[in-house]
């Protein structure tokens, strides 16, 4: 099975906006730029991923796969309308903020939600949803924010990973200093 990532990206000055206590907006820009490659390089060396798309309201100029424009939507309808429009193959969204991940995270939500049908791996608080695999053509309402992983669940037969790559996001100063202290990004 040959699967499309669809990696969302937002470009506004807003962007980690929860970090703006300890990061400037040029600061959060370039942490977000690092992870987001990081994460695209992650899916560029999963065997199973066929296609990566970058779901954004302009292409980066350091990007030379596909590009979706979101038309400035929410991340829930920008996927909702890109599925709509792309057909409804094996799917995978990945946040571009998981800069632990590594490709055996994301084999492992796509096994299990080849197994399954559809997969997603959870935060490290347990509520939210930072990768989701829909590996059939099943209707399906994105509904990524908070509570998100129960929202998912509801959602029907879905297996739920508790994979430390998949799980730490970079929302807060404390994960920014965890990240720092883990070297894996430096200021």
Not at 40 to 45: A, D, I, K, T
Not at 61 to 79: F, I, T
Request: glycine share 10%; proline share 5%; with cysteine.
């Amino acid at each position: 099975m040959r699967w499309t990532a669809v990696v969302p990206l937002k470009q506004t000055d807003a962007v980690k906006s929860r970090l703006g206590g300890v990061l400037p907006v040029g600061a959060r820009t370039d942490l977000v730029e690092s992870m987001v490659r990081h994460v695209l390089g992650v899916l560029r060396s999963v065997p199973q991923v066929g296609r990566i798309v970058l779901l954004t309201t302009y292409r980066p100029p350091w990007w030379d796969g596909d590009w979706a424009d979101d038309g400035e939507a929410s991340l829930n309808d920008a996927l909702a309308t890109w599925r709509a429009s792309h057909g409804k193959g094996a799917i995978v969204v990945v946040h571009g903020d998981l800069p632990y991940v590594s490709n055996l995270d994301v084999q492992a939500l796509l096994d299990a939600a080849t197994q399954a049908g559809a997969a997603m791996a959870t935060d490290t608080h347990g509520t939210g949803t930072n990768a989701l695999a829909i590996a059939d053509e099943r209707p399906f309402t994105f509904q990524f924010g908070p509570g998100s992983r129960k929202a998912h669940a509801a959602a029907g037969q879905l297996i739920c990973l508790d994979r430390p790559g998949l799980a730490r996001d970079i929302d807060t100063p404390g994960d920014l200093a965890a990240l720092i202290e883990a070297e894996v990004y430096s200021m």
